[in-house]
Structure formats: C-alpha cells, structure tokens
C-alpha cells in the first residue's frame, strides 16, 4: 500500500518531504531519510551532529554550550563552583583541585530528584489542593445557604412586627372610638336637659305674659313664678380629650428592639489544611499492616562514617543516609555499599546541631551558632528560618511538610517546640494544662524530635531524662521516663528518637548501651542491644528497618527488629 494514499500516513523526512524517515539527528531534533543525512550534515559542519536510527531517537545526550568557551560542550560538572564546564575550562586554573562529577551523573540525579517531586506533584499536592478547592465551594454554597436564611429570618422577624403592630394600632383606635362615643353620649344627655329646660322656660313666659294681659285678676293671682329655680344655670361640662403620645422613633433604640446581628468573621485554622498523603495517620484512613516485633534484633550492615565523633542519621531512602558529626560537613552514604556518595559543607561553616530529611528527599539542618535552620536542595543551601532571641536545636519533618523545631532561649524562658509552614510560624507549644514547662530548660541539654505515625509530637529530653509525648494540639499525652535494663543499673539518657510504621516510639539510651522501644501510649516494650556503643541518633526506613549512629565508634548500625 502507498503510504502517501493510505488511510493512516506515516512519518517524512523534514528534508525532502516525500521518504519514509529512517534516521533521527539528536542535536538539531530533525527527521530524516537515508538519502538525506549527508546534506542534512553539510547545511551546518559547525555542529556535532549526532545522527542515529529513528528508534534509538532523544538517546545521545545534548550536553550545555559553555557559556565562556564559544562552540564548547560542557560534559563535566564542577561541584564547588555549581556550574557545568567544557574541557578548556578544566584545562585553565579556575578549577583547580575543584570536585568535578560527570554531568550526566549530575544530570540524572536532578532528574531523579524532579521525578520525585513529581510524583509528590501528582500523589499529593495537586490532590490536596483538588480537595482544598473543593471544601471552600462547599464552604460557599453553605455561606450562600446560611445567609439566605439569615436573611429570611430578618423578614419573618419583620412580618411579625408588622403583624403586632397592626393589632396595637387596631387596639387603640378602638379605645378611641370608645372614648369618644363615652364622652359624646355625656354630652348630648347634659344638652337634652338643657333643651327641656329652654321648653320650659318659654311655656313659663308665655304664661305669665297671658296673665299679664288679661284683665282676669284671678288668673294673675294664680300665676307662680320659677325664675329661683332657672337662676341656678347648669354645670358646664368641659371634655378633656385624650392625647397619643408616640414613643420617639429612634434608629438605634429600635434596632435593639427589633432585633441585631452578631458579628461577622472569617477566620483563619490555626493548622491550616493538611497535606493529603498516601500515609494517613490511623484516625484517618486504614491502618498499615500489622508487624511484629523479632525476639532477637539483628544487624543488618555497619558503616563507617569517617567522623571523629557521630551524633545523627536520617533516611533520605531504603538505600541511602544523611549523617553528621562534629564538624561542618554533612555526609550522603549509600546503605548498601556503604560508600560515600556526596558531601555537604554548613553555610555558614558551623557544624550543624541536628538533620533531617524532607518529604520531597532535601535535607535540613538547625544551625546552633548561626540561630538558623536550613534547607539544601539540589546542594543549594537556602535559610528558611532565622530566629532572634532562641537558638534552634533539633528538627523534623512532619507528614504534612510542616517543620516541628525544638528551641531554647539564652535568658530563662522555658525550652519550646515550634511547627513551621516554610518560614511561618504555625504553633508553639511551650506548657502543660497547668502552665508548667513541658521540657527543661538548660545550655546543656539535648533535645531530639520526631512525629508519631498518629500525629502525635515526641521529644526526647536528656535533662529532664524523659521522653515527653504531645498531642497535634500540643496537650500532653504522657512523659516516659525509662525502663532501665536489670544489667546496666545506670539512669535513663535517651538522645536520638524516631518512630514506625506501628506507631512505636523508639529512643536512645547513651548511658545504658540500648534502644528503647514504647508503644504510642508509652508502654514499654523491649530493648535493642545487638552490640551498641554510645547509640545516640535514630532514624527508621519505610521498611521498619533501624539505623542507630554510634557516637564514639563512629559507625552507623542498621538493625532489623520487626517482621
């Protein structure tokens, strides 16, 4: 069949537009035939042209142009400059004794790192704001719901006014009426007497003046006046109207009669929304399979650090861990192979006070000196929170993606725990119900945090020689205070924490050589030994498994103890 009359064409050359395309050229994104490749080549020989089969297109990397040397590809990378180089610039002086790493490697990992994010992207931050959107359109639609019937109380209210006011309108026109009929009924009564006596007096007058023209004596004998009695005139009466007298009218008297409005606010959630995660806590979705704890822990692997001392681990995968120690350097090793694979210097070059690794894969660091928590990512260093009148000592990276940072004050306040949204803060939590500190207070104390699977917030306090347990609200659960092993006999020290799957909380016993195992309620449960010396940081994979740094060896154990 002719591919040009088909039903379904296929691809053409770019070039001659007519051959079917065999041949693909990585470095100007062009299709070509076989027949075209050489004039394809020819148009511009200032150009590597990298021409491969059509199936094996995008496959040749297309490495930078150097931005110093004209026509350069850039196929290495220098670390400490944070820059891609060609070969001129390697073979000038500028980089000198710099850590250079293939730019492919470079480029790979920074691919896997946006891999990462997008997934987070797709996984849970484009659903979190799906739902985010959606439970303000519902909020909306129950605004639009809640003021329409505000609304239509007012105007029942209204109509109810009218209504009784209509009666006493009614009422008192009717006493009134009243008022009036009582008063006029007085009135006419008083002016017929009145009338009857005027009859009287003319029939009186008419009769005497009769008897004055009549020349019968006897009839002028007979006549008697009543002029004594018509001299008492009658009563006047004068009626006194009734007056209305209407209540002023005035706006604001009125408005508390008939009724007011409660104030309006649109208030901001002290948490703010949450991240939705395929990890829920269990009082949110399904709870992960259930584990059991091994009779006996058992090493997996050892690996050396390299430090003087070693304080702190962090899982930034099953197959990677961040460490520190007691200088500035921050060191990446691989679990497996127990190389190191990459390693980052403090900004400020103090050594970090505690680590941790973010939800997204960068790690973060509290800077005791500098009063900083920092975050790195893609080995870029960036200050996320500078404090004034705290120092920073220990930090976690919660499920949400919030920062939980333990802090303690130069001048006497009591030790916090603070929840930071990037550089806002979100909550501080500082004291019991009874406003007593939740955590000592002294330069000298440690302090480690870590969230619980169930929300919960658990700091281990070595001055306090407690590991005290809050709720997300910050309400005190419980404090544990040790379960000191029958052969150690020494008091409680715990250091490093972290927590599991089950929601166990874990906890380094520096003095007594072990690892303490609670349940969330602060049970205890069992100790992990397996040979350790001077534990102090911890941290889990998502596997359950655990990784205990070594302070004084300076080794980082991973032991497995759940199955």
């Known amino acids: 069949m002719d591919p040009r009359t088909s039903a379904q064409d296929v691809m053409r050359c770019d070039l001659c537009e007519t051959a079917v395309v065999q041949m693909h050229c990585d470095t100007c994104l062009v299709n070509l035939c076989k027949a075209c490749v050489g004039e394809h080549i020819s148009t511009d020989e200032s150009k590597n042209h990298k021409v491969v089969k059509f199936n094996a297109r995008k496959s040749t990397p297309l490495y930078p142009g150097c931005k110093f040397h004209n026509k350069q590809e850039c196929t290495m990378y220098c670390n400490q400059c944070d820059i891609p180089v060609c070969i001129k610039c390697l ?90 009929n009582t008063q006029f009924q007085t009135l006419q009564k008083h002016l017929d007497e009145i009338n009857k006596k005027i009859s009287d007096i003319k029939d009186e007058i008419n009769s ?112 990677e861990i961040w460490t520190r120690g007691n200088n500035k350097i921050m060191k990446l090793y691989s679990i497996n192979q127990g190389s190191l694979l990459k390693s980052i210097t403090t900004k400020s070059g103090n050594y970090p006070w505690d680590i941790a690794v973010t939800k997204s894969g960068d790690l973060v660091y509290t800077d005791y000196s ?39 004050s130069g001048n006497d306040k009591p030790t916090k725990v603070v929840r930071y949204s990037g550089s806002t803060e979100k909550q501080n939590i500082q004291f019991d119900d009874k406003g007593k ?14 969230e619980n699977r169930n929300l919960d917030i658990c700091v281990s306090d070595d001055g306090a020689k407690a590991v005290v347990v809050v709720n997300q609200t910050g309400k005190l659960r419980f404090s544990y205070t040790g379960h000191t092993p029958a052969s150690k006999k020494k008091p409680f020290n715990p250091l490093g924490i972290t927590t599991d799957s ?41 596997n359950d498994n655990l990784f205990v ?7 980082v154990k991973k032991i497995k103890y759940m199955c």
């Open 370 to 408: 500098d009063r900083t928590v920092n975050i790195v990512e893609n080995e870029k260093t960036e200050e996320v929170i500078r404090l004034q009148n705290w120092i920073p000592r220990s930090v976690c990276s919660t499920s949400s993606g919030d920062l939980l940072v333990v802090m303690y």
């Open 91 to 180: 073979a000038s002086d500028k980089h000198l004794g710099h850590k250079l790493s293939e730019i492919v490697q470079i480029v790979e990992e920074k691919k896997d790192k946006i891999i990462k994010q997008l997934t987070e992207l797709n996984d849970t931050i484009y659903p979190t704001y799906q739902d985010i959107a959606s439970d303000v359109q519902n909020r909306i639609r129950q605004l639009e719901k809640e003021y329409g019937d505000l609304s239509t109380a007012v105007t029942k209210h209204g109509e109810d006014w009218h209504r009784e006011i209509d009666k006493l309108v009614k009422k008192l026109k009717a006493e009134v009426d009243e008022m009036k």
């Open 208 to 319: 005497v003046e009769m008897a004055i023209d009549t020349n019968d004596l006897s009839k002028l004998f007979s006549v008697t006046s009543n002029v004594h009695i018509y001299r008492n005139l009658p009563q006047k009466l004068s009626p006194t109207l009734s007056k209305f007298i209407p209540e002023k009218i005035q706006g604001e008297n009125l408005s508390k009669l008939f009724g007011t409005l409660s104030s309006r606010s649109l208030t901001s959630d002290k948490h703010g929304y949450s991240m939705k995660t395929t990890q829920k806590s269990p009082e949110a979705g399904s709870s992960p399979p259930v584990k059991q704890l091994l009779d006996e822990p058992e090493t997996v692997t050892t690996i050396d650090t390299g430090y003087e001392e070693l304080y702190n681990v962090a899982c930034l995968s099953g197959e």
């Open 437 to 450: 500190p939740l955590y000592s207070s002294n330069p000298y104390n440690r302090y480690y945090i870590s």
């Open 502 to 542: 089950q929601s166990h909380i874990l906890t380094a016993d520096y003095i007594n050589d072990c690892v303490h195992i609670i349940d969330q309620d602060g049970q205890f449960l069992r100790y992990i030994e397996c040979g350790l010396s001077d534990p102090w940081g911890l941290c889990t994979d998502t």
């Open 549 to 555: 740094a070594q302070r004084d060896n300076r080794r």
